[in-house]
């Protein structure tokens, strides 16, 4: 290599001094890329899942930097061949000029080392609600969900969140916590004069044909999760809650679903509903109606009022 760059010295006129620098520069940074390559070629071989192969190819790019980074400095400037003196020197100086940038890949290194959501994950922070589909240093991006879209179905836009939201707003988690499922709640209204026990029970059957099935994995991993948190044991068998509304009787249908399948299984349950509420001549569905009352004709015999001209017996 001297003598490649004392040639270069007398054709350029330019110090061979910056010739070797070069070249070495170059040189590292093709090894490194070189490695990174190889790394990931056996992780390709040896797993094909999509969450490993790209944590393998975030972590790899993230140490090829860093060592590239060393490597010019030690290279490039000869009063950080100090390692711990050219990282102060560095941290300082970005310290005071980058806050927000800072603060940014503080939040990064929150989110590797405490993990309040990962890729893949379905999560919303502030006011932004989607699944993650990437992690960077000063940012991490989500496939968005909800807001003009119901159910929890994506939108089809990129939302970028800088990482420091992490220290200043909540973070929901729809897929990590003490189980991996949700809540969901569909109202069914039907009229007073149906009959509200005979849909109540239509409405029980219907939920534990969709739902059972979860109940015995949520248990266990609820049994898990307690060991870790102060958890109270909710019930977690679907059921049905009664209410009366202005127009009807409500009951509420209460049962697990996973994140993901909220709108489906809403779907589903509800043709079930249409399906199982014709076959029954005793219940009809309720909604907004106006309607006259006449208490003298339709109330119970001992509660009706007594006809016009006619006085109450004392």
């Given amino acids: 290599m001297r003598l490649l760059t004392e040639w270069l010295e007398k054709t350029t006129g330019i110090p061979a001094e910056l010739y070797e620098k070069l070249i070495t520069s170059l040189t590292g940074i093709s090894v490194l890329w070189l490695l990174r390559w190889l790394i990931l070629k056996m992780v390709w071989r040896r797993t094909e899942s999509f969450r490993v192969r790209y944590q393998w190819r975030k972590l790899s790019n993230y140490v090829a930097v ?78 968005e969900i909800g807001n003009w879209v119901h159910a929890d179905q994506s939108t089809g836009r990129i939302v970028h969140v800088p990482n420091g939201k992490v220290f200043v707003d909540p973070q929901i988690n729809y897929t990590r916590g003490w189980f991996d499922y949700i809540w969901n709640e569909i109202a069914v209204l039907v009229t007073f004069e149906s009959d509200w026990k005979g849909a109540k029970e239509i409405l029980r059957k219907i939920a534990t044909e969709h739902a059972a099935d979860l109940t015995g994995d949520a248990e266990r991993k609820m049994e898990l999760s307690s060991r870790e948190f102060m958890i109270f044991p909710p019930t977690l068998t679907p059921t049905v809650y009664t209410s009366v509304e202005e127009s009807g009787v409500l009951l509420t249908l209460r049962y697990l679903c996973e994140p993901r399948r909220r709108r489906e299984s809403t779907q589903e349950i509800w043709e079930a509903i249409l399906e199982r509420f014709a076959e029954r001549t005793t219940i009809d569905f309720a909604y907004p109606t106006r309607r006259y009352y006449d208490n003298v004709t339709e109330g119970k015999s001992v509660a009706r009022a007594a006809p016009p001209g006619r006085t109450e017996p004392s």
Avoid: C, Y
């Fill in 66 to 143: 860093a060592f590239a980074v060393l490597l010019l400095g030690r290279v490039w400037f000869e009063e950080f061949q100090s390692v711990a003196t050219f990282l102060g020197l560095l941290s300082a100086g970005v310290a005071i000029a980058l806050k927000d940038p800072l603060v940014n890949v503080a939040g990064w290194l929150f989110i590797l080392w405490r993990r309040p959501f990962d890729v893949g994950d379905r999560i919303q922070i502030g006011g932004h609600a989607g699944d993650v589909i990437d992690l960077r240093v000063f940012q991490f991006t989500l496939m």
